[in-house]
């Protein structure tokens, strides 16, 4: 007898195959979006709290975060708190781009999800929010959402 959960995994690679995102000059890779979305929901941060929040190592950080300046999506700012360490903070232009990219991939999701009512939709958010917790308690990485 199949568990649930082999459906859930079998739904799930097949949703990491499909590309909602629109192949858009100029977009934001995956990598930026992700580093993105975090600074903008908790605020300026040092590559140790991101390497601490994404369970990444300094070094792979060390190129997201140079790629995203060479680009002016984040700058490097003395800590708000007055602590040591520089932190992450988005520029205008790496807002810009952040909504913009949202906005594209919320207009691919309203077309998949035309014929569902918001009730479906909220309640398809809310087992996502709860699958994702899930996760977040066990790597001990909670992500805090706006």
């Known amino acids: 007898m199949s568990r649930p959960t082999y459906d859930v995994e079998y739904e799930q ?3 990491s ?6 192949h858009r000059a100029g977009a ?5 979006y992700v580093l993105l979305s975090r600074i903008r929901v908790q605020g300026p941060m040092s590559i140790s709290e991101l390497s601490d929040a994404f369970g990444l190592d300094f ?3 060390q ?3 140079t ?23 988005i520029t205008d232009k790496g807002e810009q781009m952040l909504n913009e990219e949202r906005e594209s991939l919320v207009g691919g999701l309203d077309k998949v999800m035309s014929d569902w009512s918001d009730e479906d939709i909220a309640a398809f958010a809310a087992y996502l929010r ?3 917790t899930g996760i977040e308690r066990l790597s001990g990485r909670p992500w805090p959402r706006p």
């Not at 195959?17 to 629109?22: C, E, I, M, P, T």
């Not at 934001?28 to 930026?32: E, G, I, K, P, T």
């Not at 790629?67 to 903070?89: H, N, Q, S, T, Y």
């Open 28 to 32: 934001l890779d995956r990598s930026a």
């Open 59 to 61: 070094s792979t950080l």
């Open 67 to 89: 790629a995203a300046m060479r680009a002016g999506l984040v700058e490097r700012i003395p800590d708000p708190e007055g602590g040591m360490a520089r932190k992450f903070r």
């Open 13 to 15: 690679m097949l949703l």
């Open 130 to 132: 709860r699958f994702n």
């Open 17 to 22: 195959r499909h590309g909602l995102r629109q």
């Open 63 to 65: 190129r997201q975060t």
